[in-house]
T-cell receptor, first 114, second 112 residues
Framework: DGGITQSPKYLFRKEGQNVTLSCEQNLNHDAMYWYRQDPGQGLRLIYYSQIVNDFQKGDIAEGYSVSREKKESFPLTVTSAQKNPTAFYLC?????????????FGPGTRLLVL | AQSVTQLDSQVPVFEEAPVELRCNYS??????LFWYVQYPNQGLQLLLKYLSGSTLVKGINGFEAEFNKSQTSFHLRKPSVHISDTAEYFC??????????FGTGTSLTVIP
């Protein structure tokens, strides 16, 4: 059963703590993305990766970090520098097939600050 | 950069009535257009997409959308909505640079 999995579904962060959100895909997609969604707002791009061992900052990368050591995995770390981390985080992937890029999404992780 | 405008943030509609969710984008260059649906506390699910060919695109759950190049629009329609269609709907555009741009979403509420 191919797809994108995100874990955990809910995550709680204490002040000053770094937390890591997991994203795994078995679709053999080259590109992966992290978005942040706040209530009443659209999706904002945090980071994306087009290929293993390479990633690029999106529109709101400050306070976040990523790695892409394997094609199927793209974990996102929310660092203590991110002062307002409470949001719904969505991971997506796409076949890097030229102009016909469709993004497929995971179920999301909701991050809450204690 | 593209911008994607979803003109209505909230759309209430009675069950079995038709609905149209509006989407406009900023550029007239070749783009690819998508509609996604998001149910509460879930990820986004692809409803339909326009890449080329016929300007009327049919998707899942009885939805369809029409690409209008002259008006730079890609409105989503359904002739008869069901309670289960209550969700958030996002329009998205992919440009030749393969950048993906999302609208701010339209919350569709179907009233019994």
């Amino acid at each position: 059963d191919g797809g994108i999995t995100q874990s955990p579904k809910y995550l709680f962060r204490k002040e000053g703590q770094n937390v890591t959100l997991s994203c795994e895909q078995n679709l053999n997609h080259d590109a992966m993305y992290w978005y942040r969604q706040d209530p009443g707002q659209g999706l904002r791009l945090i980071y994306y990766s087009q290929i293993v061992n390479d990633f690029q900052k999106g529109d709101i990368a400050e306070g976040y970090s990523v790695s892409r050591e394997k094609k199927e995995s793209f974990p996102l770390t929310v660092t203590s520098a991110q002062k307002n981390p409470t949001a719904f985080y969505l991971c997506a992937s796409s076949i890097w097939a030229g102009l016909q890029e469709t993004q497929y999404f995971g179920p999301g992780t909701r991050l809450l600050v204690l | 950069a593209q911008s994607v405008t979803q003109l209505d943030s909230q759309v209430p509609v009675f069950e079995e009535a038709p609905v149209e969710l509006r989407c406009n984008y900023s550029s007239s260059v070749s783009v690819y257009l998508f509609w996604y649906v998001q149910y509460p506390n879930q990820g986004l699910q692809l409803l339909l997409k326009y890449l080329s060919g016929s300007t009327l695109v049919k998707g899942i759950n009885g939805f369809e959308a029409e690409f209008n190049k002259s008006q730079t629009s890609f409105h989503l329609r359904k002739p008869s909505v069901h309670i289960s269609d209550t969700a958030e709907y996002f329009c998205a555009v992919s440009d030749p640079g393969n950048q993906f741009y999302f609208g701010t979403g339209t919350s569709l509420t179907v009233i019994p």
